[in-house]
C-alpha cells in the first residue's frame, strides 16, 4: 500500500478524505496541524502529501515550503474549496505543488489525482 499524508485542519473532512483512500487500497496517515505532519514526514515514509489549502487559512505556502525543503522528492498535491479555487489564489502560485484538487470532490476525482501523481513521484 502507499502511504499518504493527509493534512486538513477539518477533522471531518480529513476523515472523509483518508475514508476514500482506505477504501481504495491507499495507507492514509492524517495529521490536523503542520507541526503533527513535519513530524510524521520525519518518521514514515510517504510518497504522497494531500494538503489542504482553503479559504479559511489561505497562505499554505510555509508548510509547503517546509516539506519541500527536507522532502524534496515528495509530491504534493493542494486540495482546495470550490469557491478558493486554484487559479483565484496566489498563494497557490507561489508553491511547488504537483497539481490541485477542488472540493466537493467525488470519490473518483480523488483516486484518479492521486494516482497520477503517486505514479509521477514513482517514475521521479
Known amino acids: 500500500m502507499i502511504p499518504i499524508l493527509v493534512i486538513d485542519h477539518d477533522k471531518a473532512r480529513l476523515f472523509d478524505t483518508a475514508g ?4 481504495h487500497g491507499y495507507c492514509p496517515v ?3 496541524f503542520d ?3 513535519l513530524f510524521l514526514l ?3 515514509p510517504v510518497e504522497l502529501v494531500l494538503v489542504e489549502c482553503s479559504g479559511s487559512d489561505p497562505d499554505r505556502s510555509a508548510l509547503v ?3 519541500r525543503r527536507h522532502h524534496p ?8 474549496d470550490r469557491d478558493h479555487g486554484a487559479q483565484d489564489d496566489p498563494s497557490l502560485w507561489r508553491m511547488d505543488v504537483a497539481g490541485t484538487l477542488q ?3 467525488r470519490p473518483p476525482s480523488l483516486i484518479n489525482a492521486v494516482g497520477h501523481h ?6 521521479a
Request: charged share 10%; net charge neutral; proline share 3%.
Open 65 to 67: 515550503h517546509a516539506i
Open 118 to 123: 503517486a505514479l509521477a513521484a514513482q517514475a
Open 20 to 23: 476514500i483512500l482506505l477504501t
Open 30 to 32: 492524517t495529521a490536523r
Open 35 to 37: 507541526s503533527e505532519a
Open 42 to 44: 520525519g518518521q514514515i
Open 103 to 105: 472540493r466537493p470532490f
Open 73 to 80: 522528492d515528495i509530491a504534493i498535491v493542494a486540495l482546495t
